[in-house]
């Protein structure tokens, strides 16, 4: 599957009480591959300043922040979009958050909370 691919480092993290969770930064990866093979989806946007990031040791996934809060994994994702008009940008949206519990759940079984989605810009093709 294309989102192992993208994550051949990933670093486990395991609690006192033996429970095994993969880090940050790899599960932020792992999000951005998914997203980005989403069909309506340009890039996740990436570019800085972003108000979305996910930072580790010596590395900075912009446009995902991953974080975990009560024991769930929350996410808020920025994106860019292909403007399609006969398609719903609620519907893009459940389509990423689809995307992103799937690469989630291919590398570890924490609880996933929230997964906020933000359209941050639409891409109009002009033909021409």
Known sequence: MLVRKACTSVSKITSEHGS??????????????AVENVAAVF???AHRPS???????????YGVAVRRETG????E???????????????V???IRRA?????AELTSDPVGQIDVAIV?????KEG
Do not use: K, N
């Open 20 to 33: 095994t969770s993969v880090d940050s930064i790899a599960l932020a990866r792992a999000i951005v591959v």
């Open 43 to 45: 890039d996740v946007h």
């Open 51 to 61: 108000t979305a990031a996910t930072y580790g040791p010596g590395e900075t996934i």
């Open 72 to 75: 769930d994994i929350t996410i």
């Open 77 to 91: 994702i920025q994106v860019r979009v292909r403007y399609i008009a006969a398609l719903p940008l609620p519907m």
């Open 93 to 95: 949206s459940d389509d």
């Open 100 to 104: 992103a519990r799937s690469a989630i």
């Open 121 to 125: 810009d639409l891409v109009v093709h």
